[in-house]
C-alpha cells in the first residue's frame, strides 16, 4: 500500500470539515440548544435531537420523528449502562465533560472533539429522516480505518466498503457476499486526528453503513425505519472503545474452561458407536480433546429435544462414556419445532403455553425446515423464553454439557427469502420495551439473539451454579453476553482459511471474544496441506472445533496419513501447554472486555505503519503474536514486522534481531537483523513451511504454561511453567478456578500477577500477593528466563536458589515451592 507523506497526512486530518460538508452545514436551518443536567436538547427546523452524555468517554444520540422520541429500551445495551450520567458543562455550542467537547452546528450537525480541540468524528451534514426512513453522515479523513461488525467478509478493513445487517443463512458464501449470518451495528474507526472511536447504531431493522464506497469523503449509515438512536464511544485507544462498548452491551461471560479445549465434529457422527470410535482413535492418536459435538442426526427425525431410539439409544450411557475419557458432548438444539400433535412434547407444550411466532390473522405461523412443517417460539417474550429453557432439562440430566443454537436467523426453507415473512407477528413483552407487537422487520435481526438468551437463561435457571455454554449462528449487538459465535457455513479454500482470521479478529472487536471459524471449512473438502496449517492456525484462535458438513471427505486430525497428524497434534498439544494463558485471557475478558485474539495493533498501534503485509498476522492477548504467511497456500518468502520493544521466537527461546536467532533455528529462514534497541521493531524473513507457524513472544512477557495433558479434565502432573522474556513493562498473570462453576464470582478463584525487572547484575522476579481464595493445581512453579548469558546465583527472599543455566539456549531454569504470597527471586551474574 502507497504510505502518503507525513506532511501531507497532518495537513489531512487537520481540516475540520470536507467542502462538501461545511456546505451542507452552511444552508441547513439554525440550531437552538437547550442545556440539560445531563446534555443538550437541539431543535434545527423539524429536527429535534437529544445528546446525553452516559459517561465522560461515551455520548447517546437520540432522534425524534414527529417530535416523540423512541423508547427508551434495547435489546443491546444494558438498562443500567442507559441510566448512568456523567458531569457536563454547558457551552454556547454544547457541552463538555471531563473528555470531550461536544459541539452542534447549524442543522444539527454534531462534532465530537477532544477537550483540545481535535476532532475525533464530525457530522458531514445533519440527519436526514425521510419517512420512516434515515441516513446518518459523517466525515471520512483519508487517514482513517474502520473494524468491527461482526463477521462481515470483505477483509479486516471496512474502509472503501458498504455492508447490510440482515441476519442470513448463507451457506457456502463467498468472502465477498453480505450480508450472513450476523447483524451487529457497531464499528471503531483508528487513524483519526482525534484518536479512536466506536459508533453503536441500536437499530434492529435492515440497516445498512457505507465506509466511502459510495463517496470516498463520507460515512454514511442508517435504515429503513426504526429508533434513530447511537452511542458515540471515544477513545483515545482502539483498546479503550473496545472495553467500553464491552461495558456498554455486556461482558462475556467466563466461559467453562473446557471450551478451550479442542473440539470435534462433523455433520453428523450418525451413532452413538461412531461417536464412541471417534473418541477411542483420538485418544489413541494422543490428540488432546475436549470436546465432541452432536449436529442433528442425533435426533429422531430432526426433531429437536430428541434422540434417534436405533442410532443413539442411552444418550446417558454415551455422556457417561465420554466423561470417562475427559470428553464433553455438545448438542445441537435447532429452534424449529416440529408441528407434530402427538407424541412430541415440545410442540404440544409449546402450544398450550401460547409460545409462538403468530401470522397477521392471529394463526401460528408454520413453515418447513429440517423436521418438515415447523412452528417457531416467541422469544421476545419472557414468557416464551422461560418455556424454551425448561427443555434443557433431560438433556442436561443426560450428562449433555452444552448446547448449539444454530438455523436461528431464522432460516427457513423453500423460500427465496430464506427467512419469515415481514409481516410475521413477534410479541414483545420483556425488559423495559412497552409491551406490544411488532414484525419481522423489526425483530428479524435480534431473533437468533433472543434464542440464545432463552438457552443460556434456562441452562442457569436448572444448574444454577454451573456455567451454560451456547454457540449461536446468529446473533445481534449485545449477544456475547450469551452465546460464543462461530461464522457459520464457510468452505474449505485457502480464500476462507485467510477470511476467518479477519471474521475472529472482527467479531472480536465487535464484542464476540469466543469465536471460531470450522476449521477444514465446512462445505467442499480440504488439501492436506490446507487441514494442516488450519489446525496450525486454529490452534491459537479463541474456540478451536474442526467440523465439516455431510458428503464431503473426512477432517478428522489422522486422515492424511502419519506426517500431517504428527503436524497437527504437535499444535494442539501447543494450545494445551498454553491453557494457562488462554485461561488468564479468559478471565481478562471477562473483567475488561479486551479480545482474546486481536489485530496487531491493537496493543502496537505502530504496527499499522510498518510497511510489512500484515493481513494474516494477530496477537493471542498481547504476549504473543502469529504470523501466518500472507498468501497461505504460496511458498513465496515473506517479512514479518514486529512491533518496538523487542521480541523472542517462540519456538526456540531466542531474540529476535541477534546473530544466534534464525526463524527456525538452524533451517532455512534467516533474519535481518536490527539496533539492539529494538527501537524500530524486528523484520523477520520467513520462508513458508508446512510444520511450521512462525510465533513470538513479545520481551517483557512473563508466560504461564503447563505440562501436556489430554483433556482440561486431567490434571497436570508437574510444576507450573512460567517462561521469562525480559524486556520492559515485564509482567504476566497468573489465573486459575474450578473450570466449570461460578464460584468464581463468589471469590473462588486465584489471580497472581508476576512481575520481572532487569537490574544492572542481573534480574529480579516479583510474586505479586495472591487474590482470591482457590487453591490452584500447582504447588511448585518451574521458571526459564530467555535470553540469559552466563552462570548466575539466585536468592528467593534472601535464601539461595539452585539455578542451572544453558548456554546454548540462552536460558537459566530453577524451580521452586509455589509463593502463596508476595515473594521476591533475586538472579544475579
Known sequence: MKRLPLALLLATVALPLTAAAAQAQAAAPAATLSAQR????????????????????????????????????????????????????????????????V?????????????????????????????????????LPITEHFYGLGDKTGGLDRRGKEFVDWNTDAFGFTS?????????PFFASTGGAGGSYGILLDNTYRTWFDFGHRNAETLTFGGPDGPIDYYFIAGPSLADVTRRYAGLTGHAPLAPKWALGYQQSRYS????????EI???????????????????????????TTNPKTFPDLPGLAADMKAEGIKLIAITDLHIAKVDTGYAPYTNGKRADAFVK??????????????????????QTTSRRWWGTLYKGFLDAGIAGFWNDMNEPAIFNTATKTMPLDTVHRIASDDFATRTGDHREIHNVYGMQNTRATYDGLLALRPNERPFVMTRASYAGGQRYSVTWTGDNSATWDHLKLSVHQ?????????????????????????????????????????RDHSATGTPRVEPWVDGPDHLAIRRRFVE???????????LADQNNRLGDPIMRPVFYDYPSAANMGCNQSMTFTLGKALLIAPPPSPESPQTYDVCLPAGGWYDYWTGLRTGTPEHRADGPIQSATQAVPTEHAAGDRVLETPRLDRLPVFVRAGTILPRQPLVQSTAQTPTGPLMLDVYPGADCMGTLYEDDGTTLAYQRGGFLRQTVRCTVTPNGLSIAFEPRVGAFKPWWSQVAVTVHGWTGQASGTRDGKRLATTADTAAQTLTFTMPAPLKAAQVVLTR
Open 176 to 184: 465477498g457476499d453480505d450480508p450472513i449470518y450476523k447483524s451487529i
Open 269 to 276: 457422527y450418525m451413532s452413538a458407536d461412531e461417536v464412541r
Open 38 to 101: 445531563d446534555g443538550v436538547e437541539v431543535t434545527a427546523g423539524s429536527l429535534k435531537m437529544r445528546l446525553v452524555a452516559l459517561s465522560d468517554d461515551l455520548v447517546r444520540v437520540r432522534i425524534a420523528r414527529d417530535g416523540v422520541y423512541p423508547e427508551d429500551a434495547s435489546w443491546a445495551v444494558l438498562p443500567a449502562q442507559r441510566k448512568t450520567r456523567a458531569t457536563v458543562t454547558p457551552t454556547a455550542d454544547g457541552f463538555t465533560t471531563a473528555a470531550l467537547r
Open 279 to 305: 473418541a477411542r482413535h483420538l485418544r489413541a492418536d494422543r490428540v488432546p480433546t475436549d470436546v465432541i459435538w452432536l449436529d442433528i442426526d442425533y435426533q429422531d427425525r430432526n426433531r429437536p429435544f
Open 574 to 584: 501447543e494450545r494445551y501447554r498454553l491453557m494457562p494463558y488462554f485461561y488468564a
Open 504 to 544: 475472529i479478529i472482527n467479531l472480536g472487536l465487535s464484542g464476540f471474544a469466543y469465536s471460531a471459524a470450522d476449521v477444514s471449512g465446512f462445505a467442499g473438502g480440504p488439501s492436506p496441506d490446507l487441514l494442516t496449517r488450519w489446525f496450525e492456525i486454529g490452534a491459537f484462535t479463541p474456540v478451536f
Open 359 to 380: 401470522n397477521p390473522d392471529g394463526s401460528v405461523y408454520v413453515a418447513p425446515v429440517w423436521p418438515g412443517p415447523s412452528v417457531f417460539p416467541d422469544f421476545t
Open 103 to 139: 459541539r452542534v452546528g447549524a442543522g444539527g450537525a454534531v462534532t465530537f472533539e477532544t477537550r483540545d480541540g481535535r476532532i475525533i468524528s464530525a457530522d458531514a451534514a445533519p440527519a436526514s429522516v425521510d419517512g420512516k426512513a434515515f441516513t446518518l453522515a459523517k466525515t
